[in-house]
């Protein structure tokens, strides 16, 4: 446990402390238990990167609740903003508001410029099901083509396009028409291929799955600007405008999901700016609200304009809360430069993973950009067989020493790094520290 002078995580005692066990005893009695594997810490409070569990223990936190609060938990700034927001108006329906319209004013402001629409909704999910539509719509086809671990969601569209079996198993049969084809898994190659060798096998893998599944009514491509719950995944470089000029080549739709990469993720503002990407459509979430439930599409108004009134709507999307979230957000983003600051920790934290990867002989793999990075864990580095059991050991170690981290990918075997925009020098160097600690005690 780190109780160091000067440090800030500070663990107790044993995990789950005494009130966090009895919430435990008596959640599992009124809740069914079908979320995913996680420390067996009670939140209570949470500033920055910092979270208080209800014994008291604190805790420097890799999750961002799922990648969500880039602008760290509870923002003073934007607490206020939606304290503000909630004290004046809760909900309106489609009735228009300022807040709506400046959050939307805001949001175009900060993306690539051919996206000049918005349209506000409240889930990630939300967001990929309004784009699937909008890809039909506006295309008159219905084929979507997707990836090989990709997450879009749990909603039915959103699943039945995504490339991973947890979300489908048992929910089947799936909405038909979707094209899947493999995403450039380089430490894990479906073609066995080598990185230096390649020449991109997955692109050209393309032509032959449309000349085999087609049915002559492709409408676009769905794909995230790395895979997320597939065990953040980065395509190489140079591969995504390869296939943003294929998909062109064949006059079809682009969207991609960015609901857990925009907004400071990965360094930029939106990962699509690393290349100069200009998909149709992109999906907006997570970070968006940095707490408070919001997600958006942006898109191109050519695009999103075959729709008509009361064509598409969202109970809660864009609602008074929200959009001063939204705002509140974007102005926190700018003002606190937190792009750049995930950019800078980012290498710092990458740098020293890279060397306990050399050191460890469990973590096979070391990935990312940003404040967005996955280690791999393996059982053994030759055979890459992956170690799953290892990321619950060390899920539970590192929370014991004061360190929250979670668990992604397609085995089930990848820790995600992920901690608020906002940590500084000093709180990643002691969050790796404890992380480097619970990796020697596998």
């Not at 949001?107 to 939300?126: A, I, K, N, Q, Y």
């Not at 929200?322 to 974007?330: D, E, F, G, L």
């Not at 050191?359 to 280690?375: A, E, H, I, S």
Request: with cysteine.
């Amino acid at each position: 446990m780190s109780t160091a002078a000067g440090k800030i995580a500070n663990v107790k005692g044993p995990l789950p402390g005494p009130k966090s066990r009895e919430l435990f005893e008596r959640w599992e009695k009124v809740e069914a238990q079908c979320t995913g594997y996680q420390a067996r810490v009670v939140w209570d409070h949470a500033s920055g990167v910092v979270v208080t569990d209800v014994d008291g223990n604190t805790y420097l936190d890799w999750t961002s609740g799922v990648l969500v609060t880039n602008v760290g938990h509870c923002h003073p700034d934007l607490v206020k903003a939606a304290q503000e927001a909630t004290a004046k108006l809760l909900n309106n329906y489609e009735c228009l508001t300022e807040a709506r319209v400046v959050a939307a004013e805001k949001l175009v402001s900060v993306m690539p410029d051919h996206l000049d629409r918005c349209f506000f909704l409240t889930t990630g999910s939300e967001t990929v099901e309004a784009a699937v539509r909008i890809m039909k719509r506006a295309t008159g086809n219905f084929e979507i083509i997707s990836f090989y671990g990709g997450f879009h969601g749990r909603t039915y569209a959103a699943l039945s396009a995504g490339g991973l079996a947890g979300p489908k198993k048992g929910y089947g049969p799936t909405v038909p028409e979707t094209i899947r084809v493999p995403y450039p898994y380089c430490y894990r190659c479906p073609f066995k291929a080598k990185p230096e060798t390649c020449g991109h096998l997955c692109l050209e893998f393309l032509d032959d799955a449309v000349r085999a599944n087609s049915t002559g009514s492709l409408a676009g491509v769905l794909i995230e600007a790395y895979l997320g719950a597939a065990g953040f995944i980065f395509p190489p470089e140079g591969w995504m405008p390869k296939l943003e000029q294929w998909l062109r080549d064949k006059g079809l739709l682009f969207t991609l999901d960015e609901v857990q990469s925009s907004f400071g993720r990965t360094g930029k503002f939106f990962a699509m700016e690393w290349e100069g990407l200009e998909p149709d459509l992109v999906c907006i979430g997570k970070g968006i609200g940095s707490g408070v439930p919001a997600s958006a599409v942006g898109a191109r108004s050519e695009v999103i304009g075959v729709l008509g009134r009361g064509e598409m709507s969202s109970t809660m999307g864009g609602n008074p809360v929200a959009s001063a979230a939204v705002s509140a957000v974007i102005d926190i983003m700018q003002r606190e430069k937190l792009a750049d600051n995930a950019l800078r920790i980012g290498k710092i934290m990458k740098a020293r993973l890279d060397e306990m990867k050399e050191k460890c002989p469990y973590v096979g793999d070391v990935r990312g950009k940003g404040l967005v990075m996955g280690v791999e864990l393996v059982k053994d580095k030759a055979s890459k067989e992956p170690a799953p059991e290892l990321t619950k050991k060390l899920i539970d170690l590192a929370a014991g020493h004061g360190l929250l981290i979670g668990s992604v990918g397609i085995f089930g075997n990848v820790i995600r790094v992920a901690p608020p925009l906002v940590i500084t020098e000093a709180e990643a160097h002691e969050s790796l520290d404890i992380f480097e600690t619970a990796l020697s005690k596998l």
